[in-house]
């Protein structure tokens, strides 16, 4: 066992996203929390639990209904000094906030020749599959990682959503941490120290000689669970985590393809205009373009908005079995 592994307990992605925050708000005063229920409530999905009673009111902030106002006031605090992580309900609910996301906390520093910055984290519930139907459920990454001055994460295990969570609060500029709701529920080992990750490195979660599968947030396990049901029948399948969607750490995904010459890109979010568009075009831009033995296949959410049927919710996003069949058919075929 490694020093590393010894450190490590189990918690669910909740417990590791309250631990992260817990640790740095002992290590540093200036970090606190804002928004809607984050008080006694425990947050909507349960994620700040008892925070209010171990670090006070003045530090777990619950806030009037109101994401525009949440994030306005996360972007001054940002800029008199204090370190503030925004929790927004559901990721959908960012669109009452665009204009302080878009337009103040990730151009501020810019527009002020470097004067300034905006040490802001906005954490927010994303995607599919609790029935909560279609303005609770999208994924929308790709509206934030096309915004030049923000950073996006998007974590797939326990201990990432603490490390990640962990670099986002340090960094000095503006982060969007993304963070799949059916995962908070998921269990995995998390380091015990307060070791941030590095921002802009991916994970290989999976080493395979056949093709390549790119996937992002709950799509990381369900391309795992598929690569493995894929080697029953004999078939090999990488799978490389980006983790952090902007900046983007291309080269593991280069190198993996070059390896393979199949590229899979799995996301829940609907294809059109999509974050594996990006990809697809790293890849075509790259070295890997020259040892493709197949057309880049790309795996996405349908173009609708999410059902509030269960049956039908499923459908609209890429399952497991659905990995399988896409992978196994790009073999096939090339």
Sequence with gaps: MTAVAEQTRTLTYAEAVREALAQAMTADERVFLLGEDVGTYGGAFGVTGDLVHRFGEERIRDTPIS????????????????????????????????????????????????????PMVLRAPTGSGTGAAAQHSQSLEAWFAHVPGLKVVMPATPADAKTLLLAAIEDPNPVIVLEHKLLYKQSGPVPEAATPARLGEAAVRRTGADLTIVATGVMVSRALEAAEQLATDGVEASVIDPRTLKPLDAQPIVDDVIRTGRALLVQEAPKTAGFMAEIAATIGESPAFGHLRAPIARLCGLDVPIPYAPQLERAAVPQAGDIVRAAADLVRRW
């Design 67 to 118: 994401e525009l106002g949440i994030v306005g006031a996360a972007v001054g605090a940002a800029l008199a000094g204090m370190r503030p992580v925004v929790e927004i309900q559901f990721s959908d609910f960012t669109a009452q906030a665009m204009d302080q996301i878009v337009n103040q906390a990730a151009k501020i520093h810019f527009m002020l020749g470097g004067a300034a910055t905006v």
